[in-house]
């Protein structure tokens, strides 16, 4: 299985500000996956980021508000730009596990506060 | 489409009652995955189980157990002798063959009372 770590873990953020999340995984993946999870509410797919490659993103979702790179297969950043109220939520990366592609394995999660 | 319904919102039990979480899915694919997952208030989300579409066996891990029937598109999970460590809001997941999207329910909150 797949080991996952974010950085930070959780963080309160002034509005318009930015804060880019880390995710590193301990062996190497073709994918990973952006998700935010609004309070109360479940997981939404913000992106697929591919190593060497642009994101996919979802509808709703836009390149300038959560810009992501993927430097190399074990490790990506999401960014979230010009923060707001309405961001604050849990971000969270997922990736598939190895060896049974169909597992999956997810960080433990930013929890962002935006006052 | 593909969909995942969670019905129960919000479920209270005290501790040593038995407790069913309902999951029923819609999905035109004939090859799929479903998945149950634990978030506790920590956020951080727990593998529970997976289940393919061919796989039709009801599954026993030590007081959970998963009730999986396809006649009815529903993927239950069920805790025996509930704990209060059980708290925690489950989701249930589907996906779809040919992707490495998933589909997430909107999650059942359990909280079992001491």
């Known amino acids: 299985s797949a080991v996952i770590s974010q950085k930070p873990s959780r963080d309160i953020c002034q509005r318009g500000t930015s804060l880019t999340i880390q995710c590193q995984v301990d062996?190497?993946?073709?994918?990973m996956f952006w998700y935010r999870q609004q309070p109360g509410q479940s997981l939404t797919l913000i992106a697929t980021?591919?190593?060497?490659?642009?994101?996919?993103?979802e509808s709703g979702f836009v390149i300038d508000k959560f810009p992501i790179s993927r430097p190399n297969l074990t490790f990506s950043t999401l960014t979230v730009s010009n923060m707001s109220p309405e961001d604050s939520s849990i971000y969270l990366c997922r990736t598939p596990g190895q060896g049974f592609p169909y597992e999956q394995y997810f960080g433990p999660g930013t929890r962002l506060t935006v006052t | 489409a593909q969909k995942v319904t969670q019905a129960q919102t919000e479920i209270s039990v005290v501790e040593k009652e038995d407790v069913t979480l309902d999951c029923v899915y819609e999905?035109?694919?004939?090859?799929?995955?479903l998945f149950w997952y634990k978030q506790p208030p920590s956020g951080e989300l727990v593998f529970l189980i997976r289940r393919n579409s061919f796989d039709e066996q009801n599954e026993i891990s030590g007081r959970y157990s998963w009730n999986f029937q396809k006649s009815t598109s529903s993927f239950n999970f069920t805790i025996t002798a509930s704990q209060v460590v059980d708290s925690a809001v489950y989701f249930c997941a589907l996906k779809p063959s040919g992707t490495y999207k998933y589909i997430f329910g909107t999650g059942t909150r359990l909280k079992v009372l001491a």
């Open positions: 980021a591919n190593q060497g490659s642009e994101a996919t993103y």
């Open positions: 999905t035109r694919d004939t090859t799929y995955y």
């Open positions: 062996s190497q993946v073709t994918m």
